[in-house]
């Protein structure tokens, strides 16, 4: 049986500047493309769950950014509440020629200043990066052990069947910035 196939055009992301000075802000509804872009492009990859902009648009409030001085969007993380003890860090992305400078890490740190911010006591994402999120004070842990929540998502996602993600959380420390 023939099977049809939509191919779509490989995502090429704009050219950014290695070391160029960034800041980290919340998103704005005009950064929605450039979030949209960034995160589509390491899914294409299988890295990431695409997002619509739709969905994007909805959840606006949930994402930071990471905007360098030339105005280019290269770095965005969103910090989903789940529950009155749990939220989940999300659509975390970083441009690939901006890797490995450290703004992974500040995003992370950024979602979790919220979290704190908001009097949660603990985040967790799903992920294949477990040695990132290691770096960052992350543990393993099962499915089995997190709230029903967490699934929320898993019915729309293309994976469904055959999950490769692994479940990464952290207790946050009140008050301690990074700890
Ligand atoms: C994963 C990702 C967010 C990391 O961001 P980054 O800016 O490259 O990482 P950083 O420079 O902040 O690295 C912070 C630390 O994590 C380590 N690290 C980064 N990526 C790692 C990986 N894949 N495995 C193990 N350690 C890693 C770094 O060595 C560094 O450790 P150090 O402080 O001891 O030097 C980024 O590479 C990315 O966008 N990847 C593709 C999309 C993706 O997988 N997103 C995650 C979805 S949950």
Known sequence: ?????IELPTVSLPEVRR???VELRKARLSDVDAIYWLIRYWAEKGLMLVRSHSHLYENIR???VLEDEDG????TVALHVLWRDLAEIRGLAVH??????GLGRWLVLGAEREARDLGLPRVFAWTLQVGFFRSLGYQVTTREAL??????ECNACPFYENCREIAVIKHLSPGAFGG
């Open 1 to 5: 049986m023939l099977e049809a196939r």
């Open 19 to 21: 070391q160029a000075g």
């Open 62 to 64: 949930d994402f930071q």
């Open 72 to 75: 280019q969007i290269v770095g």
């Open 96 to 101: 690939p020629n901006r890797q490995g400078e």
């Open 147 to 152: 709230p029903p929540k967490v699934w929320s």
